[in-house]
């Protein structure tokens, strides 16, 4: 799952640029907007809900932000470019340096979608060829738009739990052709059966194994 990136020059696969720049913007975009909502969740969570359970089973809803956390800055880690990130997590589950290292994370995310020599480097990912933007794009934003649920609803936060149609549409897209490979434990949960007339949001959440109740 974590393969070491042989790079290439984006020149060697794409002489114009004209496409990698329009796809690494789209990212950058995106994820500027998800994270932007995410961080203003993360300080808007009461103190005392950071230990309640999420739909996540097994964990709490600091444990969420832990995962978003840290799962961002290993991909950061892990690039030619990147470096290990010192998040300063003295205590794993304390919510307040898990807030601030996941403002430093985001930046750094966003500073590397933003800088288009990085967002369009090409390294063998693990379902193939792939740039960093288009990770970010496929995996790290769709994080953001169902960790946000899981937060939201965890922490009784519900104007986070509103989904925008265009992001589920989105997120569907990106993983029908994964489905069957994510569905495992840590990863994406067995999807639910729901009615036929039933609303989308409860459809996309039944798609990302999480029931609606």
């Not at 205590?91 to 994370?105: F, I, K, S, Y």
């Not at 985001?106 to 193939?128: P, R």
């Not at 490979?181 to 949001?201: S, Y």
């Amino acid at each position: 799952m974590r393969p070491v990136p042989r790079v290439r020059s984006v020149q060697d696969t794409d002489p114009a640029g004209r496409q990698t720049r329009g796809v690494t913007s789209a990212a950058s975009d995106r994820y500027r907007r998800l994270a932007a909502r995410f961080t203003e969740l993360v300080s808007s969570v009461p103190v005392d809900a950071w230990t309640n359970a999420s739909p996540c089973v097994g964990w709490t809803a600091v444990d969420v932000l832990h995962h978003v956390v840290t799962t961002e800055a290993d991909l950061y880690s892990r690039m030619p470019f990147g470096s290990v990130l010192e998040l300063r997590l003295n205590e794993p589950h304390d919510p307040a340096p898990l807030a601030a290292a996941w403002t430093q994370v985001s930046e750094v995310i966003q500073s590397t979608l933003d800088t288009a020599e990085h967002a369009g480097l090409k390294y063998d990912g693990f379902f193939g060829p792939t740039t960093f933007a288009e990770t970010v794009d496929r995996f790290y934003s769709f994080d953001l738009v169902v960790h946000c649920w899981d937060l939201a609803r965890a922490t009784n936060m519900r104007a986070y739990e509103v989904f925008d149609p265009a992001e589920m549409t989105t997120c569907q897209t990106d993983f029908a052709d994964l489905s069957d490979t994510m569905r495992q434990p840590g990863l994406l949960d067995p999807e639910l059966t729901v009615a036929d007339d039933a609303d989308e949001p409860t459809k996309f959440l039944a798609f990302l194994g999480r029931a609606n109740n």
